[in-house]
């Protein structure tokens, strides 16, 4: 097999580890794989190789690459991972089946009203500053429950769940606390009456060096670059 074959099997034998060492079924983990900075060649192996779910985060490399997997009559499920301006949305909107870094309404409502009538509802995650970084992307932890509730109100997104990327740790331990805040936020706002908590089942949380730990928190969501496409260029 290639190399991304086998990163790929390496990934899902270490995903269904960590799925079964917190009794949790593997299947209840999907791998989005973060492509940033690889161009379509890479993406097309890594989808010979039966990925089917990746993740971008710069609309300007995102959109070719979209386009070209199209012209090969390919049909990832695309997700937008990356800083979420209201100047990016419409093509948000109109490109990917997943949106993880929705922050503040005025976003979410562009999105709505962006979404392409052909198209499903766009799924959205809310991203929380769940460790309280100053400068750091997410709504605060207290505000996600009101921000999750104003989602639920938009005609043409789907709120799914939660979204987080804690602060860089040198041992993935460090990083369990804030994993487990962001399900026991889940949990609560989950409770909400505002929310459709049949719908409302993600945790989008956990990266190449700390996705066990995430997976062992309840992660049904990882989001993996290195891990698979090895280091990125700078
Ligand atoms: C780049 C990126 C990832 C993947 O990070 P790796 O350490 O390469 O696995 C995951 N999530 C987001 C939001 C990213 O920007």
Redesign the pocket.
């Known amino acids: 097999m290639n190399d991304i074959g086998n990163r790929l099997a390496d990934l899902r034998r270490r995903i269904d580890v960590s799925s079964l060492r917190a009794r949790r079924p593997a299947s209840a983990v999907a791998l989005i794989a973060?492509s940033?900075t690889f161009g379509a060649d890479v993406l097309q192996a890594a989808w010979n190789a039966g990925q089917r779910c990746f993740?971008e985060?710069y609309l300007q490399e995102a959109l070719p690459k979209i386009a070209a997997l199209a012209e090969l009559g390919l049909d990832p499920e695309w997700h937008f991972?990356?800083p979420l301006q209201a100047n990016k949305t419409r093509q948000v909107a109109e490109h990917f089946s997943w949106a993880h870094t929705v922050d503040r309404i005025r976003v979410a409502e562009r999105l709505s009203a962006q979404r392409p009538q052909m198209l499903p509802p766009l799924n959205i995650c809310v991203q929380v500053n769940i460790s309280a970084e100053p400068s750091k992307s997410g709504c605060e932890p207290q505000a996600a429950a009101a921000l999750c509730a104003a989602v639920s109100e938009l005609p043409r997104l789907r709120l799914r769940g939660l979204m987080t990327?804690p602060q860089a740790q040198d041992d993935p331990e460090q990083s369990r606390p804030n994993f487990r805040a962001l399900r026991d936020l889940q949990v609560q706002i989950r409770a909400d009456e505002a929310v459709d908590s049949t719908q409302f089942d993600t945790l989008s949380m956990g990266?190449?060096?700390d996705f066990e730990v995430a997976i062992e928190e309840g992660a049904t969501i990882v989001?993996?670059?290195?891990?698979l496409f090895g280091q990125r260029p700078q």
């Open positions: 973060v940033k993740g985060s991972i990356g990327i990266m190449s060096d989001r993996i670059g290195n891990a």
